[in-house]
């Protein structure tokens, strides 16, 4: 087994983390949580999601979070895109890469994109042709990769079948997301590899909820297969409104803490990624998800 020796994070704390929050949380704060992400060394952030303020009303001041962002060269500055209506909002605010979000699973593309799968796939190409053009890399989520609050398990080959969608549209890169956090290691390495038929290893990354407590394993799993980017949010920020119950992703410092223990490198401040996930939960006026970071947190009171 060869593990990779380094792996890339993408932070989706401002953006999966905090679309699900009740309460406004103040755009400022929502900076000031990507200025301490990029401090802390991430080079790539999930910053915010140009959909409809209707649907995700916590998401409704896009333009001015990436307008009040201090940007570093050597960041990508990525946003969420349903639909042209919202990549003209993503250009504007000059983002580095765009995001479309598809799904495995028919009944949660209804719910959460209001379109079936064949329909967002349809939407998604010009956004994809108009983000290609303007020189933007395009991700594409498969959400539900696993299971599905409406339709239950997931086939691997309905993951084959939107990845090669995707692959077929123009989209870069695909992430394969455990929406509502059932998966398994065996089933999450299933998924991956039903990705990895239509996308070479460096094009695939996993986005693990962690609502069954399995996203560590199954960071791992996929690590095994090679895979070595991972979407996560720091202090286990997140949720999808659309996906009742399910809890935030992956803690960015429970896999920082596990993959540096492994000798992987990930080129991130421990240390300031813990500091810029109390300055988030100080803020939500709740604890950290994070293990480590509480027990680091901890062992910094003791010492
Ligand atoms: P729709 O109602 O079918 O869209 O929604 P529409 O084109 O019929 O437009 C209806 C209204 O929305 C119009 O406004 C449009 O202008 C407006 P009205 O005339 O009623 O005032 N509208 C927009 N406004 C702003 N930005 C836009 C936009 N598009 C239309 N881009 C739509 C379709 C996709 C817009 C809607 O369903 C939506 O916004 N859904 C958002 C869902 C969402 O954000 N979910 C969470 C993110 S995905 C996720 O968390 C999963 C992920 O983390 C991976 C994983 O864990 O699985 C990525
Ligand atoms: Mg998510």
Redesign the pocket.
Known sequence: MSLPSKVMLVDVGPR?GL?NEKQPVPADVKIELVHRLQSAGLKRIEVT????????PQMADNAQVMAGIERRDDVTYSV?T??L??FE?ALASKADEVVV?GAASEAFSQR????SIAESIERFAPVVEQARAAGMTVRG?I??AVGCPYEGDIAPERVALVARLMKQIGVHHVGV?D?IGVGTPAKVQRAMAAALEHYDLADVSG?F?DTYGQALANTLASLELGVWQYDTSVAGLGG???AKGATGNVASEDVVYMLHGMGIDTGIDLDALIDAGAYISQHLGRPTQSRAAKALLNKRVVA
Request: aromatic share 12%; proline share 10%.
């Open positions: 999966d679309q999601s140009y959909v409809s303020p209707k649907w995700v969420l349903p639909n209506k919202g909002g979000f959460n994109i209001n379109c989520a959400s539900c997301a929406t986005h909820h999808c409104p659309y």
